[in-house]
Structures are given as structure tokens and as C-alpha cells.
């Protein structure tokens, strides 16, 4: 049996023996929620914002899958993480540390059988009585697969355990997850939130969304799992159920690339709902924004999707979450940009928009490290930990197992614009999509829409102020125009110490005077004096990459780029979006450096090098 890390679990379980109810609030201490209160209050906020980096999609072994696939971490640990401390790692022991700490971070374990699984290490706890115990702890590869893919199964069936799910062991872990937010949250220097992840799974197609909670003072005292309903409608009553409460939620959607189609439905959803005023006015209620990149790959868009879009082939995952590494059948209803703009065609309809999404970027972490940095990579899983393990599959696996680890992306980062480092401006910023998504690197992305941005207003030191008072910030809705064509002001930064930047580009789609669907791609911005052709294409940036070295330098590329740039193409009677996506000069993939690791040749069914990038939340132009 295999030693985990239980921290307070162990507890727990012997109170779940016994039959205890234990009630948060009883070790809650009220001169610590004081002096926590007076602390927020003291917090400066600065108007005009800034942005602050983190994850809210990270799992530890308290997430069943987290535990059966190596993880030996909890939600402390990866609290701990997050603030630069060293965690331990699992496979093969190295330690877990990120380069530069973060500045919020949210534990999301899966909701069914939270925290239960690590309890089969425990002989105090009736979980380690289970008919599966043997299985899941006893160091055998092929029936932990086989344990897992029986858990995951009652899962999608809705079938409750009555040992892993028993009502009071979920509640008192859960209120166990929610004291260990609250003690790891410092309001101005480092943000937590209570979270979990809805894991709705129907014939291994992807629904899941994360949830995450504006404060710890009104949450539920369990959550909706996808055991109570894998319906996304049921969801959104539960969490309307606890608006009314004055518990304040929200839910994230993520890789509608696995999702066969059913993330973004056409004309019905999965839950029956036809698409219609009231259903979309539900959705976007409860889910603002995307998970737009994370390890399960990119669902920006797809090569299929769009063909002309040379930069579309980025970090494609293409599988849904079944074991035999089954690719999706159906692209259209998976991906993010097809939706925004078929989105607008259901408001041209009357129908509402039920795919008005800002953007982030997440982890999906299962060993509580959101390894965000392609050279610091460990994995999804505790047993990727060995980069071996990450290149060539963990014993027992298949081949086409192995090569869906291969695939694996690095998680990407959730960048928000908040007045301050704390629950409430964090939870706003996302909630009006003042957002943007990047696929690990911390760049600097601002992005602003109006009329009548002057060329030169950059050079003005009061630029930001300037912008906020005259247009609207990325997330937002221009007003509607009487012929002059609307002016974006963006301005990109490079990651501190990462790499230099490639170009900026402008991505507008819109419904055109047949109401058919458009989409086009403008390089406004580019480094190393390019331009672009006739046909708006630019000439690639180069590539400094040593496969062998596992390096690059920045000898090409730009430190920053920005520009004014005002729609060409614009027609005030259509209706149209328009997000800016930042590439950066190629560097190598994390695979390349695993290969350097091993004394390897980087592999051939890889790429070596890759472009990272930044994704802004779209700003909507709605004609009157």
C-alpha cells in the first residue's frame, strides 16, 4: 500500500466512522475573520487596474483520479505551491516548484467522491474497506486503470457510491477544502477561493465545468455534483438556487474539444433545451467566461474550422475522454471561435447569444502544480512526474494511452484586470470578462475599443485612463455605430525573462448581409520591421530553436508591440466581434526539453518548437 500525505483527512475519516457532523463555523475564528475583514478594507484599489496571473482549474489527490494516477499531494500543498514553496511530487519523487509564484490560485477537485479516495489508505476509514481498495492501492498499473475506469463510469451514470459518496463524509470534506481556502487567502497578496469541478461526462464527452465562489461565507454545504445531474440546465437552477441565497457563483466551461460537439450545441443543447432568448440568457448568467487552453489542449479553433488560419494547429488535443483515445466525431460545437460567431447569428434571430464568452486560460492539473512553464514541466498526473513516463506512456499503458499523454499541452494561465489581489475584484473581473487567456507565459495584454481613438493617444502616459473613459475594455460591448468604423487600442508586453514576441493579430468574425458566417484574420503589429503583403500576410518571424540544446534566443522578436488599429472591412449593419491574439517568437516544447533530459532526439510525432501565445477576451459590436 502506498504512502499518501492525508493532512486532515485522516481526521475526517474518523469522524465519518462515528458518524460526526462537523460544522464549519465551529472552527472558525472570529478574531481572524475580524482582523481579515479590516485587512480588505485596507487594500488600495487602483482604478485603472492591474493584472494579476493565476489557475482555478487545479486538482490534487483529492480528486479520484488525481489519487489512482499518482498524485500524493492535498489542497494545502498546492496552496503552498502556488506561493513559490517546494511540494513533493509523485512517480518519481522530484520535488514540484514554479519559478516565479502566482497571484491567485483556486483548488478544484472533482466534486464526486471528493477527498474520498486517499480515505482507502486510512484502515481507520470505511472507504478502506472498499471492494475496490485493493485495486487502487496496490501498485498494480492495470488495475488502478481498471478501478478508475469503474468510478468514472458511475460517475457518467450517475450512480452514487454509498461508502465514496456517503452525504456526511462529502460534507465535512468539503467544508474541510473551504477552511484550507480560507487559511491559505491573504487579500492583496494572494487570492483563494472555494472551488470544485462538475465533472458531467455523458458517453465520454466533455461538459465540465468548473465553479468557483465569491466568498466562503454563504457556500452550499455540499456541491452539485454531475451525480445529482450531468445536465448543464440543472447546474445553472442549482447555482440561480443559491444566488437567490445570496451565494454568489460562477461556473467555467473548458475543452469543448473533447466534447464531441455538445459544448456548444446547435439548436438544442444535451439537456433538451431548445436555443432561445431563455436559455441563453441562463447560460451567460452563470458562465461568463471559457477556458479557451489548458493541458487537454487548445479549443480556440480548428484547422478544419478554419482553414486559412495559418496559426489554427496549436496544441489541437483531439479526443474525447474515453479510454480507447477516441477522437471526437463532430468539430463544429467544440470549438470557441465557430461559437462566437454562430453565437451572433442566434441573436440575429431573437434568439439571445448563448456563446458571448470571455476568455482565460487553466491548468487541469491532477498533482496540485499547475506547471505552467514548457522547461518545468511535470505532467498532468502524479505518474508523469518521470519525464520517461511523459515521452513514452507509464507501464502497462497502450500505445494510443500513451500517446494522448504525449499530446498533452502544459497548462495555460488565467490573466485577469482587477482593481486589486483579492476575492471580490478577482471574482467581478472574471465575472465581466475583463480577461485573457495565455498558454503558460505571463505576457501583458491590454486591449480597448471605441471611436475615435487618436493614433498617437500610446504616447500618452494617461493613455489607460484615457481609454477606459472613451471605449470599453476587452470583455465589453461597443455602442452601436452610425458609419464610422470602431478603433482598438492594444498593447502587449513580453513575459519578463521569457520570450520576445512575434506580431499581434486582430481576429473579427461577423455575420455578413446573407447572414452567413465570416471570419478574418488582420496582422496589425508586427516585430522586426515586417509588414504585411497584399494579401495581409506577414513573412514568419524565424526560428533561433536548438532541438538539441533545448533552447532559443531573442535575437528576433519584439520586447513590445502596439498599435491603434481601426476595422477596414466595417459595415455598422452586421453584427461582429473582434479578440486580439499576441504570438510569441518560437521556443521549444516541453517535450524537447524532456528529450535533452533523457539524452534524447526530440521525437519525430512531436512538435519541436512551438509558438505561445495570448488570447483577449472578445469585444461584441451589436448594430442597432
Known amino acids: ?72 499531494t492535498g489542497p494545502d500543498d498546492a496552496y503552498r505551491w502556488a506561493q513559490g514553496e517546494s511540494i513533493a511530487g509523485g512517480g518519481d519523487g522530484t520535488p514540484l516548484q514554479i519559478k516565479v509564484p502566482l497571484d491567485w490560485y483556486v483548488v478544484a477537485d472533482h466534486s464526486e467522491f471528493m477527498g474520498a479516495l486517499p480515505l482507502m489508505a486510512d484502515p481507520s476509514s470505511p472507504a478502506s474497506k ?61 487570492t483563494t477561493m472555494a472551488g470544485y469541478e462538475w465533472t458531467s461526462n455523458p458517453k465520454w ?51 469543448g474539444n473533447a466534447s464531441d460537439g455538445l459544448m456548444f450545441p446547435i439548436e438544442e443543447s444535451y439537456g433538451g433545451s431548445k436555443i432561445g432568448k431563455a436559455y441563453s440568457e441562463t447560460r451567460m448568467r452563470n458562465e461568463p467566461v471559457y477556458e479557451l487552453t489548458q493541458i487537454k489542449g487548445t479549443s480556440e479553433t480548428h484547422p478544419a474550422l478554419s482553414p486559412n488560419d495559418e496559426f489554427a494547429n496549436f496544441e489541437i488535443w483531439d479526443y474525447t475522454l474515453s479510454a480507447t483515445a477516441t477522437p471526437p466525431k463532430n468539430k463544429k460545437g467544440g470549438y470557441m471561435r465557430e461559437a462566437l460567431i454562430r453565437g451572433m447569428q442566434y441573436e440575429k434571430e431573437d434568439k439571445g447569444n448563448p456563446f458571448k464568452y470571455g476568455f482565460i486560460g487553466d491548468s487541469d492539473t491532477h498533482n496540485s502544480a499547475s506547471t505552467i512553464e514548457e522547461d518545468n514541466y511535470t505532467g498532468k498526473f502524479g505518474f508523469e512526474n518521470d519525464p520517461k513516463h511523459r515521452l513514452d506512456g507509464p507501464p502497462g499503458v497502450t500505445e494510443a494511452a500513451a500517446g494522448q499523454v504525449r499530446e498533452f499541452s502544459t497548462g495555460g494561465l488565467a490573466a485577469v484586470w482587477a482593481v486589486s489581489n483579492t476575492r471580490d475584484a478577482i471574482f467581478e473581473a472574471i465575472k465581466r470578462k475583463e480577461t485573457y487567456a495565455t498558454s503558460g507565459p505571463r505576457m501583458k495584454v491590454r486591449v480597448f475599443g471605441g471611436y475615435g481613438f487618436d493614433n498617437t493617444i500610446l504616447d500618452n502616459s494617461e493613455w489607460v485612463q484615457t481609454a477606459y473613459d472613451n471605449g470599453v475594455p476587452m470583455g465589453g460591448d461597443l455602442k452601436a455605430s452610425t458609419g464610422e468604423a470602431p478603433s482598438f487600442i492594444i498593447h502587449a508586453v513580453k513575459e519578463a525573462n521569457g520570450a520576445n514576441l512575434d506580431r499581434i493579430q486582430v481576429i473579427k468574425g461577423w455575420i455578413d448581409d446573407k447572414g452567413d458566417a465570416q471570419e478574418q484574420i488582420y496582422n496589425v503589429a508586427l516585430s522586426d520591421n515586417r509588414t504585411v503583403d497584399a494579401n495581409g500576410k506577414a513573412a514568419p518571424v524565424g526560428n533561433t530553436v536548438n532541438a538539441a540544446e533545448a533552447s532559443y534566443t531573442n535575437d528576433i522578436g519584439a520586447t513590445e508591440l502596439k498599435t491603434v488599429w481601426a476595422d477596414p472591412d466595417f459595415n455598422a449593419s452586421q453584427y461582429a466581434f473582434y479578440y486580439v491574439r499576441v504570438i510569441q517568437i518560437p521556443t521549444p516544447r516541453w517535450s524537447t526539453y524532456d528529450a535533452k533530459k533523457l539524452g534524447r532526439e526530440p521525437r519525430e510525432d512531436l512538435p519541436v518548437s512551438i509558438q505561445e501565445r495570448a488570447w483577449s477576451s472578445p469585444i461584441w459590436y451589436t448594430p442597432n
Not at 146 to 169: F, H, M, Q, V, W
Not at 246 to 255: D, S, T
Open 1 to 72: 500500500m502506498r504512502v499518501i500525505k492525508l493532512i486532515s483527512l485522516t481526521s475526517l475519516s474518523i469522524l465519518f466512522a462515528l458518524g460526526c457532523k462537523k460544522e464549519k463555523k465551529e472552527e472558525i475564528n472570529t478574531e481572524e475573520l475580524s482582523s481579515e475583514t479590516t485587512s480588505q478594507t485596507e487594500i488600495p484599489a487602483n482604478p485603472n487596474k492591474d493584472v494579476y496571473f493565476g489557475n482555478l482549474h487545479v486538482h490534487t489527490s483529492w480528486s479520484f483520479d488525481g489519487y489512482i494516477n499518482g498524485s500524493v
Open 130 to 190: 472498499h471492494p475496490l481498495t485493493a485495486d487502487v492501492t496496490g501498485g498494480d498499473p492495470k488495475k488502478s486503470f481498471e478501478a478508475y475506469t469503474k468510478i468514472l463510469d458511475d460517475i457518467s451514470n450517475g450512480r452514487n457510491d454509498s461508502i465514496l459518496g456517503n452525504p456526511e463524509l462529502q460534507k465535512n470534506i468539503w467544508a474541510e477544502i473551504i477552511d484550507i481556502a480560507d487559511k491559505h487567502y491573504q487579500p492583496g497578496k494572494f
Open 205 to 255: 464527452r466533455n461538459l465540465h465545468r468548473i465553479v468557483i465562489f465569491k466568498d466562503t461565507e454563504h457556500v452550499a454545504d455540499v456541491p452539485f455534483s454531475a451525480i445529482d445531474s450531468d445536465v448543464p440546465e440543472k447546474l445553472w437552477a442549482w447555482m440561480d438556487s443559491q444566488r437567490a441565497q445570496g451565494n454568489e457563483l460562477l461556473a467555467i466551461p473548458h475543452n
